[in-house]
């Protein structure tokens, strides 16, 4: 029983699910790296705040389906402004323009402007589109409540604004239809001679004019509703999915990771060091182990998870409370077959003591059996606290995929056939936990070679 | 050792299990209940002396009615004991007595579907329906993993072996609950062949209870079954092929024996050990997933009512559900080692 670093990676590389292992492992890393540098923490903090997701669409499927479809479900589009200023003589105006190419089999459900100018005197809003035929229509003006000194002003033009329809109506002559029941996006994407949708490119413009000072726009957005979103689509609440599913890789690899090697040290130490002592200290340790051996792990944990707390982290202590425990049984019985071996007894004689036997002569051969048992340990890890963050009780600081799960089961998202919200976090927790069942068992079967048959 | 000493050395540990989880639950929610018991005594004396028209008729000031009500309060919270702390040893020890004695008192809001708020009742009410479900569950599991692993074994490094054993580690990487919500999806959304909450619509006392529970119990058993058999047939599987490298299976072999008879009757026996050890722990370790599965198809049995008891923490409730699945977990884990000793003469001597 003796292996070297070298040895044991030269059999590793040899072993294809120990590879498939390492390479989804690798995956899951690269996503938690493109999870920290494209959203910030401070912006996945503002998950579970309904104001920051107002802008996005509510049970929005993934935009990709339209390939698979031959009407084009609308998109929900989040447009961001090509920005422009000038002065006309004594007036300054500020110029957003917002261009799309529609070219989808259905209606925008609605549009939404939202904008924070700053601003001193009363400024001139205007928000105008320009169709594919050449057609320019004026949906707003209005001009922005007075300030005298500086200010910023928040505030949205919605399509079902009366005013909009108004507006609209001016250009009533050219269509060849009554549009007076239609609501305004109707109007504005629809074909002159029947009420169709209009495929090509719109340019939506807002002009803002003000005489006193250079009027600026801090935020402006333009929403163009529709039912598919994204890469991963949006769940009931809202919120994009891609942003909690990508958020919760990083979060799933440290609890696994955290939990198994809390435990796996924990365990092994204590294994070898009752192994080792023998006798009656053996004993005492060992009853110990029984007990908590024959917990019933999960109930305590939801009771613990309850009246104690349900920060991340001390979840991660808890599930170490109850990981440890196997680990310490199998080093316990390794330890004491190491320590009649000869090297050991003549260490003894020699007067060495007992902390440096341990960690110098029996440790390190339970080494290789460390690591494979903490590679097979992440997956229960990960299980558990996704099945505890599914019933509700995780840490709602940081969603991880139980609780996305658990969202999707209280707006009962299988029954109403959400599959985008059901599938992606389900898949991620079995890709996580195979990719550390794959490298556990290439390594089980360099430590056992027994296995190899 | 002997058979009998190593079974009660058993005993006594599973007690003292028994007795740790209780004594860890109390402790866990003993601060809270004491704090709810007070808050409810607060109330309850409050409306006893609003409702009593006479005696509020009876004060004079306001204070003096404060300093009646505060009078009358600190009177119940002594009656009721719940002046000492909930850790000082004559409440804790009187909790375990009464808990021993299966008395749990009476939930605070939960009722049983008779209306009873007697925390045995509920128990008594929930219990059988989780263990129709779970028993059912893994005796499928059971036959048809020992099967299918006998047949992996038999055929090691065929087809059907590799399958097998790319299902079992497949099929363990995924929640049991999520593979349940899927279930639904699927079957209750997709094709709408089974209802998506497995409650029984009717009423008890109907006649076709029975067959409505059995309908409703179709989409959880399916999916308990689909998830556990894999890894029920790799674990046989591994056994098996340890057993079948062994001597006595190439003796057996020489002498002609028929390689059917070898694998079922032989190799099967000697591999039951182990097999049944995993069969009692899986039993058991299905209970405590119950909380979850349960939840998922809102099942009616223990599981759903432990979750129902912990998100209104209703703390009598917690603590007897608490002490029904410790003890059902210690009592498989115990029939284990018996079954063990039975199959495995060594044990018995070691």
Known sequence: ?453 | MGFKKFLAKRAITMFGVLMATLLVTIALVGANMDSISKQSVTLEIRQQVTNNKSLLSSFKTTDQMDSYIENQIQQQIKSLGLDQPWYSPQRIGLSMYKILTLDFGHAKFLTSDSGSSDVKDIILEKLPRTILLFTTATAIVSVLGIFLGAVAASKVHSRIDKITSGFAIISSSFPVWWIGVLMIFVFAFLYPIFPARATPDISVTDPGYGGSLLYHMALPLITLVLIGFGSWAYLVRNFLVGVLQEDFIMAKRAAGIDEKRILYSHALKNAAPPIVTVLALSLSGSLGGAIITEAVFDWPGMGRLYYEAISVLDLPVIIGATYVLTAFFLASVFVADVLYGYFDPRVRRE
């Open chain 1, 1 to 453: 029983m003796s292996f070297s670093a070298r040895g044991i990676w030269h059999e590793f590389s040899h072993n294809k699910t120990g590879m498939a292992g390492i390479v989804m492992l690798a995956t899951l890393f690269l996503m938690s790296i493109i999870a920290f540098v494209t959203i910030p923490v401070e912006n996945f903090k503002t998950w579970n705040d309904p104001a920051s997701w107002l802008l996005y669409p509510k049970s929005a499927q993934p935009a990709w389906v339209n390939y698979f479809q031959s009407e084009k479900i609308p998109e929900h589009l989040i447009l961001q402004p090509q920005r422009s200023s000038q002065q006309l003589e004594s007036v300054f105006v500020l110029t957003d323009s917002f261009a799309v190419n529609y070219q989808y089999d259905g209606f925008p459900s609605d549009f939404i402007y939202r904008y924070t100018a700053k601003y001193t005197g009363s400024p001139l809003l205007q928000l105008s589109v320009t169709r594919p035929d050449g057609i320019e229509l004026r949906l707003v003006s209005t001009s922005l409540p007075i300030a005298n000194a500086e200010t910023t002003y928040t505030s949205m033009i919605f399509s079902t604004q009366n005013v909009i329809v108004k507006n609209l109506a001016s250009d009533k002559h050219r269509y060849s239809f009554p549009f007076d029941v239609l609501s305004s996006e109707k109007i504005i994407f629809s074909k002159l001679g029947e009420n169709k949708i209009l495929k090509g490119s719109y340019v939506f413009r807002v002009h803002l004019y003000d005489v006193s000072g250079k009027p600026a726009l801090e935020k402006s957005n333009l929403v163009l509703g529709g039912k598919v979103y994204g890469i991963m689509g949006t769940d009931e609440l809202r919120r994009d999915l891609s942003v909690g599913l990508l958020w919760g890789t990083p979060l799933a690899l440290f609890i696994g990771i955290t939990v198994s090697i809390g435990s796996v040290t924990l365990g092994l130490l204590y294994g070898v060091y009752a192994g080792f002592k023998g006798k009656a200290t053996d004993e005492a340790l060992m009853r110990f182990n029984d007990i908590i051996y024959a917990m019933p792990a999960l109930p305590l944990l939801i009771i613990l998870a309850v009246t104690v707390g349900n920060s991340i982290f001390l979840m991660v202590g808890f599930l170490v409370i109850f990981g440890w425990v196997g680990i310490a049984k199998v080093s316990r019985s390794m330890a004491m077959q190491i320590k009649t071996l000869q090297y050991v007894e003549a260490s003894k004689l020699m007067g060495q003591k007992d902390h440096k036997i341990i960690f110098k002569h029996i440790l390190p051969q339970l080494l290789p059996y460390a690591f494979a048992s903490i590679a097979i340990s992440v997956p229960a890890a990960i299980t558990t606290e996704a099945g505890i963050s599914f019933l509700g009780l995780g840490d709602p600081t940081f969603p991880t995929w139980g609780q996305i799960l658990h969202d999707a089961s209280s707006y009962s998202a299988a029954a109403r056939g959400m599959w985008w919200w059901i599938l992606p976090p389900g898949i991620l927790i079995a890709i996580t936990g195979l990719a550390f069942v794959f490298m556990g068992q290439a390594m089980d079967v360099i430590i056992n070679p027994r296995l190899r048959r």
